[in-house]
């Protein structure tokens, strides 16, 4: 079964410490994997994706196959960081359809 | 360049009847795709066009359709609506060939 797991719905830090956004998968093949970010009053928009293994915002993410990890970090975190990040799955063969794990929302606290 | 619009904003239906949402992609992007998203069940994939053509589809009963017109727009159609169906629903565009969608701000559905 296709499926994307975000374990924490919510994730508390202050201001300047680390974070790292859990995100786990379960696809036969080889996916694509994706972070997308709603900051509040905005609309869903794309952070990063796995084969571009960039670091946007300060955030990066490696694709981990054996453990079927995507994990979202960030050394220093910031207020303007807190928003609902989604981790997401596209089969190579399946653009245009993305599975979406349940979201976590960060809460970067002064 | 403009962004993905989606209208209407919000709608109030009942129960029992249908409605058509209607979503414009980025200019020069031929693939749409609809997300519904409820708290429960969070953002659940529905179906993609692509050149007027459905190519992919969710696990979505036969009441939600779609259909892709030639300058790309898409709209999609819930029939004999139930209160269940009450969500955000969401339409990407994406490029063809650059697997990144482009979201809309969405259509919020209440259905009393």
């Known amino acids: 079964a296709q499926r994307v797991t975000q374990p924490e719905k919510l994730l508390s830090v202050f201001k300047g410490a680390p974070v790292e956004l859990k995100c786990n998968y379960s696809?036969?093949?080889?996916?694509?994997l994706f972070w997308y970010v709603q900051y509040s009053r905005q609309r869903l928009q794309l952070l990063l994706r796995h084969i571009s293994r960039e670091s946007i915002k300060g955030f990066t993410a490696d694709l981990n196959k054996g453990e079927t990890s995507f994990h979202l970090k960030k050394p220093f975190a910031q207020e303007e960081d807190s928003a609902m990040y989604y981790c997401a799955l596209s089969g190579s063969s399946n653009t245009g359809k993305l599975i979406f794990g349940q979201g976590t929302t960060l809460q970067v606290k002064p | 360049k403009a962004g993905v619009t989606q209208t209407p904003r919000y709608l109030i239906k009942t129960r029992g009847q249908q409605v058509t949402l209607s979503c414009s992609p980025i200019s020069g992007h031929r693939s749409v795709s609809w997300y519904q998203q409820t708290p429960g069940q969070g953002l659940q994939f529905l179906f993609e066009?692509?050149?007027?053509?459905?190519?992919n589809k969710g696990n979505f009963p036969g009441r939600f359709s779609g259909r892709q017109f030639s300058n790309s727009r898409s709209e999609m159609n819930v029939s004999t609506l139930e209160l269940g169906d009450s969500a955000l629903y969401l339409c990407?565009?994406?490029?063809?060939?650059?697997?990144?969608?482009?979201f809309g701000a969405g259509t919020r559905l209440s259905v009393l």
């Open positions: 990407a565009s994406s490029l063809e060939g650059l697997n990144i969608q482009y």
């Open positions: 066009y692509f050149s007027e053509t459905q190519r």
């Open positions: 696809y036969s093949g080889s996916p694509e």
